[in-house]
């Protein structure tokens, strides 16, 4: 496993799967180790995955200054990454809470990206807002899946603020396209790997600027992939589409049957939307 350091002296840990062009990611939960992402569904066989351990996950160190965990400050460790990798520009995919750490880089450090892939992205950054009911529009989408009533009564609980417990294990089927024992095994390990004390660092205040992030991106050069799942509660389709919208030159794709973790929901779809991506950028 290699690691580097942080412009802090924290010991950052990454991991490599495959050959050829580079795709730094970057996973999410927030603060989630990088193993859920496994190869993203194969993708490894057209790009060599260089996956981030967020400082406090997995194989990289925890910081002195828990305060660093804050989402706009992890922007130097995917700097000190590029660094590190010795690579002028990098291609950046970012997951879930993950892209937005992936577009503050790309606002921060513009001319560092080469293409931008986010994949069912987080719009906290972005000050994009997706509603109680934008969430239940999608979910009733689901109705004809066996597990749909306990889910739907629990994601109806949640929006309206009165959430119990086992709520959040209820509605865990939602962010999957297929509730399969893959879908299963990938809840089980996120929930086991993610900082808490970290994800609870993650937006603290100041750690977005959304009008200044929107302003840097609208002048943002390099191409941008933004690839969502038709039936994720999470990032719902129609708030993909506006995060696509804040670029000049973005691609939305919404993967037919997908959730939250659209590798997973079907491996030949999103590797063939991805990787054609990448290749048609070149």
């Not at 496993?1 to 970057?26: I, K, N």
């Not at 010795?86 to 970012?94: C, E």
């Not at 807002?129 to 999608?138: N, P």
Request: with cysteine.
């Amino acid at each position: 496993m290699p690691t580097f350091s942080a412009h802090d002296g924290t010991g950052l840990a990454y991991h490599e799967h495959g050959q050829g062009t580079p795709l730094v990611c970057l996973p999410g939960g927030p603060m989630q180790d990088s193993a859920y992402l496994g190869e993203l569904g194969g993708l490894s066989a057209h790009r060599r995955l260089i996956m981030l351990d967020p400082r406090g996950t997995g194989g990289s160190a925890a910081p002195e200054d828990p305060a660093s965990y804050r989402c706009d400050r992890l922007v130097d460790d995917v700097e000190a990454l590029r660094t590190h990798l010795g690579l002028d520009r990098i291609d950046l995919l970012g997951h879930s809470a993950g892209t937005n750490v992936a577009v503050l880089y790309a606002a921060r450090h513009p001319r560092r990206v080469r293409r931008l892939a986010l994949i069912g992205p987080s719009a906290m950054a972005l000050g994009i807002t997706i509603t109680g009911e934008d969430r239940l529009e999608v979910a009733r989408s689901r109705a004809a899946e066996p597990w749909h009533p306990r889910a739907m009564a629990a994601l109806e609980a949640i929006v309206s603020g009165k959430g119990a417990d086992g709520d959040a294990e209820a509605v865990a089927p939602l962010f999957h396209g297929r509730w399969d024992a893959a879908a299963r095994a990938c809840d089980a390990s996120r929930e086991l790997r993610q900082n808490k004390e970290a994800a609870a660092v993650f937006a603290a205040e100041g750690a977005f600027d959304p009008e200044a992030t929107r302003a840097a991106l609208a002048a943002f050069g390099a191409p941008v992939l933004v690839l969502a799942g038709e039936v994720d509660v999470n990032t719902v389709p129609r708030a993909a589409a506006e995060v696509a919208g804040l670029f000049p030159d973005a691609d939305l794709v919404v993967q037919p049957g997908a959730g939250h973790f659209p590798w997973l929901d079907d491996a030949d779809l999103f590797v063939t939307a991805t990787a054609g991506w990448l290749d048609s950028r070149e």
